[in-house]
Nanobody, 127 residues
Framework: QVQLMESGGGSVQAGMSLRLSCAAS????????LGWFRQVPGKEREGVAG???????AYAESVKGRFTISQSSDENTLYLEMTNLQSEDTGTYYC?????????????????????WGKGTHVTISS
């Protein structure tokens, strides 16, 4: 069993930055494909950034060039560095882990099939 705990959310103005963290317990991150998703009330959860076990990374088009996904050197913490935040980035951000193949990216996995989810951390961007 894997437990995921997000932190780092908050309220900032447009153009500012935030860094989200997701700590894992119960298993090493290196076993999983990892990612960040976000959800706005009334809308489906959408993938933001994902990192496969081979280290390849994918981003949603809306965050390319602004968000960076990374892992700590001990592979127990997943990060999402978010810069130049915009009002449309407001939402609840979730980290996720899935036992995919080495090259598969979690962003391509249907939400219902993702193995593990954190409880989320909220981000509010004001203009």
């Amino acid at each position: 069993q894997v437990q995921l705990m997000e932190s780092g959310g908050g309220s900032v103005q447009a153009g500012m930055s935030l860094r989200l963290s997701c700590a894992a317990s119960g298993h090493r991150y290196s076993t999983f494909s990892l990612g960040w998703f976000r959800q706005v009330p009334g809308k489906e959860r959408e993938g933001v950034a994902g990192i496969a076990k081979d280290g390849s990374i994918a981003y949603a088009e809306s965050v390319k060039g602004r968000f960076t996904i990374s892992q700590s050197s001990d592979e127990n913490t997943l990060y999402l560095e978010m810069t130049n935040l915009q009002s449309e980035d407001t939402g609840t951000y979730y980290c996720a882990a899935d036992l995919l193949s080495r090259t598969e990216n979690i962003l391509n996995t249907p939400e219902a099939r993702v193995d593990y989810w954190g409880k989320g951390t909220h981000v509010t961007i004001s203009s």
